[in-house]
C-alpha cells in the first residue's frame, strides 16, 4: 500500500531491487557487482534497518569518488584453513561477501576456517554474512575494526571504529543472530539522520571541539562514543585487536575484517547442538514475564519477521533518496 506521507516512497521489493541495480550501475558497478551489492541493501531493507538499506547506496557513491581501486582482490595467504584478502580498494560488501564463501567452504571441508579481509571499506550489515555461515550449518563470527569514528571514555576526538561484532548459530528454524556494534550508533544511521534534520539522542557523540551534541552534521566532524562506557571502549578494543590479525595494519583505511566458521560437529552432531539451542532459546522465551510485556523477543526474531512482511507489502523510503536514486538510475541508462 502506497504510503500516506508525502515525504516518502513506497516501493515493491522487485522494484526496490530494480531501483538499486540501476543506480549502482549509474555509480559505476558492473552487473554482476551490482547484484552483490543490492542483494545486501535490499535485504536490509526488508529487515528494517532502514539506514543499512537503499539510503545506504548513496553513501556508497559519495564515497566511491574518493577513492577507487587499484585492481582485482588478491589472495595474499592461503591455508587448508585460512584466507587472507587484499580487497584492493574494492567495497567491502564486496570484499566480505568473498571471505564468507570462501570461509563456508573451507569450514565445511576442515571443521573449522578463518578469513581476514584489508584494504577495504563500508562492508555493510554484519549479520548478512553470519546469516549465511549459519544457514550452512556452521556457527560464524565476524568483527570488524573500522577507521577512527569513535572517542574513548574521556576522549575529545575519534580513536576507534565502530567496531561491530556478529554472531550466527544454526537452529532448527531461522538462524539465531546476533549483530552489534560497540559505538552508540552507526555512522550509515548517522548520516541518514543527517539527510533527514533529525536530532540525535542525548550522550551519543561529539563535536569537533569535544563538546555532547545531538546535532549529526556536528557529531560527523566530530565522533560518536563507545555503548555502555569503558565496556563497550573495552569491547571495540577486542574488536580492534582482531583487526590487526585480519591485516588492518597493511590497509590505507586501517580496517580489518575477520571472519570465523566452525562445525558444531567438532563437539557433538549437528542435530544435536540445532535442538539443545532451540530448547534453550524456547526455555528464554517461557520466561515468565513483567506486566505490559507480550512476549521475550530473541535478537533477530524481529528481522526474520519484518523480512517476510515486507517482501510482500513492500518498503519506505524518503522522498529525497528516492529521488536522489533515480538521478544515479538515469546515469545508467543513459549509459553514463
Not at 580496517?255 to 558444531?264: E, S, V
Request: charge should be neutral.
Amino acid at each position: 500500500m502506497p504510503a500516506a506521507d508525502a515525504q516518502r516512497r513506497h516501493l515493491g521489493a522487485a522494484q526496490a531491487r530494480e531501483l538499486s541495480l540501476r543506480a549502482l550501475r549509474g555509480i559505476g558497478y558492473s552487473a554482476a557487482q551490482a547484484e552483490v551489492l543490492a542483494g545486501h541493501m535490499l535485504d536490509a531493507a526488508l529487515c528494517g534497518y532502514e539506514y543499512s538499506g537503499l539510503p545506504k547506496i548513496l553513501n556508497l557513491a559519495e564515497y566511491r569518488h574518493k577513492r577507487q581501486p587499484s585492481g582485482p582482490m588478491q589472495v595474499v595467504h592461503e591455508t587448508p584453513l585460512s584466507v587472507m584478502l587484499d580487497a584492493a580498494g574494492h567495497n567491502g560488501m564486496l570484499a566480505v561477501q568473498d571471505a564468507t564463501e570462501r570461509v563456508i567452504e573451507k569450514a565445511s571441508q576442515q571443521g573449522f576456517a578463518v578469513a581476514g579481509v584489508y584494504n577495504s571499506w563500508m562492508s555493510g550489515r554484519s549479520a548478512y554474512y553470519v546469516e549465511q555461515i549459519a544457514r550452512a550449518g556452521l556457527i560464524g563470527l565476524h568483527t570488524i575494526s573500522s577507521r577512527p569514528q569513535v572517542a574513548p571514555p574521556g576522549g575529545a576526538r575519534a580513536a576507534l571504529g565502530t567496531n561491530p561484532i556478529a554472531f550466527g548459530f544454526p537452529t532448527q528454524g531461522d538462524p539465531l543472530l546476533i549483530d552489534m556494534g560497540t559505538s552508540s550508533l552507526m555512522f550509515t544511521d548517522l548520516a541518514l539522520r543527517a539527510r533527514r534534520g533529525e536530532l540525535l539522542p542525548e550522550g551519543v557523540a561529539i563535536d569537533a571541539q569535544g563538546r555532547p551534541t545531538r546535532d549529526p552534521v556536528a557529531a560527523s566532524q566530530g565522533a560518536a562514543l563507545p555503548f555502555g562506557g569503558y565496556k563497550g571502549f573495552a569491547l571495540a578494543l577486542a574488536m580492534q585487536a582482531l583487526g590487526v590479525f585480519a591485516g588492518s595494519g597493511f590497509g590505507a583505511e586501517g580496517a580489518g575484517y575477520l571472519l570465523l566458521a566452525m562445525r558444531p560437529d567438532l563437539m557433538l552432531p549437528l542435530d544435536r547442538y540445532r535442538a539443545d539451542l532451540s530448547a534453550n532459546l524456547a526455555r528464554v522465551k517461557a520466561t515468565e514475564r513483567q506486566p505490559g510485556v507480550s512476549e521475550i523477543r530473541i535478537p533477530s526474531e524481529h528481522a526474520f519477521a519484518q523480512r517476510k512482511a515486507k517482501l510482500q507489502a513492500g518498503i519506505e523510503i524518503d522522498a529525497e533518496v528516492y529521488d536522489a536514486l533515480q538521478q544515479l538510475a538515469a546515469k545508467a541508462d543513459g549509459g553514463a
